[in-house]
């Protein structure tokens, strides 16, 4: 799209356009569906209360981020709320504080997983297993991982969805990265042991 | 399975490996951990299976995709059904 048609698709959201935005949701409906799912586990209605909040917001909607960003930030908030109605408990993590990387290595496995072949890597045990320990992540680094990881954010695109700066953006980032390697680490031992034994 | 016992060298690359592995560190702190993996096998352990982590989470991403049902539901929700067959689709 060049910038004349972005400008234009934009005011024929903002005005109500039903064509314009059945477009919007059919072109962005999958990004949004996979980030709630991530979030929640599920994605119950989050991707339904995401775009009617979107559509009653779109008149007064500035710009200021693309309208990409301004939809996540809507899922996120949306996906929070239902972990918070379902009272699942709650990790804090205190991201003010700059990375500690002596309390966050302090039990660091090393354990070589990358030699393991695809599909013991991606058996449907695994992905189970992935999307568990995605779940066990408080939701501070959760959201981070999913926005930015799974569904390629820029750190700055991350920062404006969840409305915090870049560099918590990484702190978190950088965190839950290496705690979902640790996971897959400790899970993934045993079958590099076997593997080595072959 | 062994656990890492790390140096100062070992924290120090540990906070910055996300920009490392992102491509978004100054050449001269990249040089200075590559040098660093050369003699820290622990290391490079670390370096290699994060970026698989990153990768393996990336394509079971990549691979869901929106179901049929919830779709329709969500056009019929969203009183956008008679446009679901007409909208170009996403490029």
Known sequence: ?198 | MSEHVHTEKCSTMLGDLSDYIDGNLQAEICAQIEEHMKTCDNCRVVVDTLRKTIELYEHCSDNVELPGEVKERLFAKLEIKDYLSTVDSPK
């Open chain 1, 1 to 198: 799209m060049s910038n004349n048609e972005k400008s234009e698709f934009l005011t024929a959201l903002q005005s109500g356009d039903r064509q314009a935005f059945a477009k919007l949701v059919e072109e962005t409906s999958t990004q949004i569906y996979r980030t709630a799912r991530q979030i929640l586990g599920d994605e119950q209605d989050v991707l339904q209360e995401t775009y009617m909040k979107a559509f009653k917001a779109l008149p007064t909607f500035e710009g200021r981020s693309s309208i990409s960003t301004w939809l996540h930030r809507i899922a996120v908030n949306e996906a929070l709320m239902m972990i918070r109605k379902r009272k699942t408990p709650m990790v804090s993590v205190d991201d003010t504080l700059p990375f500690e990387s002596d309390e966050e290595s302090s039990g660091i496995e090393i354990v070589d997983f990358c030699c393991l072949p695809e599909k013991e890597l991606l058996s449907s045990e695994s992905r189970k297993f992935m999307d568990q320990a995605i779940q066990r992540l408080p939701e501070t680094l959760k959201t981070v991982f999913v926005l930015r990881d799974l569904e390629g954010l820029s750190i700055q695109e991350t920062a404006e969805a969840l409305q915090i700066t870049e560099n918590n953006v990484k702190t978190r980032l950088l965190r839950a990265r290496l705690r979902l390697r640790q996971e897959l680490a400790v899970y993934y031992a045993e079958k590099v042991e076997k593997e080595k034994s072959k």
